[in-house]
């Protein structure tokens, strides 16, 4: 997952680097007054997005595997604890019945 998430900034970054040089460079409109940070900023957002999403398929799947792993372990430890602490509250259950 961590994987993955540097891969994102990596691309973000890259993105960032390249529409600063644009706009500086006159090739890309500036933004409007003191604005032209958040413009470059979003620029760079809105073209990383789709270019994360297709080269970074198979990390994505691989990061998802890994999550639902992760889920089902947790789940499956919840329901061992569950049982036992039903199992506990039926033999205290059961010994003050007997007593």
């Known amino acids: 997952m961590l994987r993955y998430t540097l891969m994102r900034l990596g691309i973000f970054a890259g ?6 040089g644009l ?6 409109p500036r933004g409007l007054g003191a604005s ?3 413009w470059i900023v979003l620029l760079a957002m809105v073209i990383s997005a789709p270019i994360s999403f297709v080269l970074l398929r198979g990390e994505r799947d691989r990061a ?6 992760k889920v089902d372990r947790m789940k499956a430890g919840l ?7 039903d199992g506990a509250d039926d033999a205290a259950r059961t010994q003050r019945q007997t007593s």
Request: charged share 10%.
């Open 15 to 20: 993105c960032l680097v390249v529409v600063w």
């Open 79 to 85: 329901d061992a604890n569950r049982a036992q602490e």
């Open 36 to 38: 032209n940070g958040l």
């Open 64 to 69: 998802s595997v890994q999550v639902a792993q």
């Open 23 to 28: 706009v500086y460079s006159g090739l890309a």
